[in-house]
């Protein structure tokens, strides 16, 4: 499985970005993986942002309650990140990730993830 994110760019503080992340090669089981979205700032460890789940529970960094949306759409094998109301700290490397799982539990640390994409860049501007 590879993916592939997009929709990055730079923005003003308070406005919105929504960011893809798209699997292609063997994804018919894209619907048993969860998914989680990272962040990768100047001079901090990779954070987790969002993740979701098989069954669609999904998990937040409390950074970003409240103002970002994770969500999937297993039959375009996608998942997105909807970003609302940004600041000047969410400029990041932005990347995704997916985790086969035979359960529904979501995972949100960087170690639970083997799979990755490249990372798009979120700049917010002050």
């Known amino acids: 499985v590879q993916l592939q994110a997009s929709g990055g760019g730079l923005v003003q503080a308070g406005g919105s970005l929504t960011l893809s992340c798209a699997a292609s090669?063997?994804?018919?089981?894209?619907?048993?993986?969860?998914m989680g979205w990272f962040r990768h700032a100047p001079g901090k460890e990779r954070d987790s942002v969002a993740a979701?789940?098989?069954?669609?529970?999904?998990y937040y960094a409390d950074s970003v309650k409240g103002r970002f949306t994770i969500s999937r759409d297993n039959a375009k094998k996608t998942v997105f990140l909807q970003m609302d109301s940004l600041k000047p700290e969410d400029t990041a490397v932005y990347y995704c990730?997916?985790?086969?799982?035979?359960?529904?539990?979501?995972?949100?640390?960087?170690?639970?993830?083997?799979?990755w994409g490249q990372g798009t860049q979120v700049t917010v501007s002050s």
């Open positions: 090669g063997r994804t018919y089981t894209f619907s048993r993986y969860c």
């Open positions: 979701i789940g098989r069954s669609g529970d999904t």
């Open positions: 990730a997916a985790r086969p799982s035979i359960v529904t539990a979501i995972y949100y640390s960087v170690s639970d993830y083997g799979l």
